[in-house]
């Protein structure tokens, strides 16, 4: 069976950046990312790996939404100025990589999803839980810092809610991290309480005379937002890739 490992590539290289006590220095990156890389395929043993990097084009969801991701911290230019040598340097190791239109998160979706839908298997290597509303067996998440398989039923305790309603708990709280709005006044505790009386946002919808009165309108007054974040904080499952599985195939001799 192929088992594709499917590397988060800015999640994984600016946290180990950012363990540098000065951000202008890059020094020893390349070897410090490759050794990553390199104790995830001595760990997991796939028969293919790949490193997927974001892209420069405007997202679909900035398009959507303008404040989408506003005021989170640039990329330092040490490291953005770096990126060519590294992604060089990790395809003379065997590494390739994919590079995103735009956002990294879609693309390894869609590549995930591909995958199982011929009888693979996926790992995704990044500590982004939006990748919780990937719903298959065969596709696991890993995150490296902590040397863990990020699960469902961790996701679901920290939460408090179901996997098959993160969509609709994030369409209802927001994601400070993304600055996705989410129903103004609506916090992660009402999220949850009214997603476990009525089961999903549309249930929500459809019953909202049985809603407390006070929580009802903020409802009413956030329901554009609430359709505006549900569609941001899904995952898109068919991006095109252009790419060919062969291309990450690992070699015999490769050390995986």
Known sequence: MNKFLIIDGMNLVRRIHAAQPNESDVSGLKERVNGACRKLLKFHQPTHVAIVWDGDAVSWRKKLYEDYKKGRKPMPEALANTLSDLKAYLAEHKINSIEAESEADDVIATLATKLVQINGEA???????????????????????????????????????????????????????????????????????????????????NSIDKVGSKQAKKLEAGKPMARLSYKLVQLQLDIPLNVNLKQFRLAASQPS
């Not at 839980?129 to 920290?158: C, R, V």
């Not at 994601?175 to 609506?186: C, E, R």
């Open 123 to 205: 790992i995704i290597v990044s500590t982004d839980k939006g990748f919780s509303q990937l719903n298959h067996p065969n596709i696991k998440q890993w995150d490296h810092f902590n040397q863990a398989y990020l699960t469902i039923k961790e996701m679901e305790a920290k939460l408090g809610i179901e996997q098959t309603q993160l969509i609709d708990y994030l369409a209802l709280a927001g994601d400070s991290g993304n600055k996705i709005p989410g129903v103004p006044g609506i916090g992660p505790k009402s999220a949850v309480e009214l997603l476990k009386i009525f089961r999903s946002l549309a249930n929500i919808y």
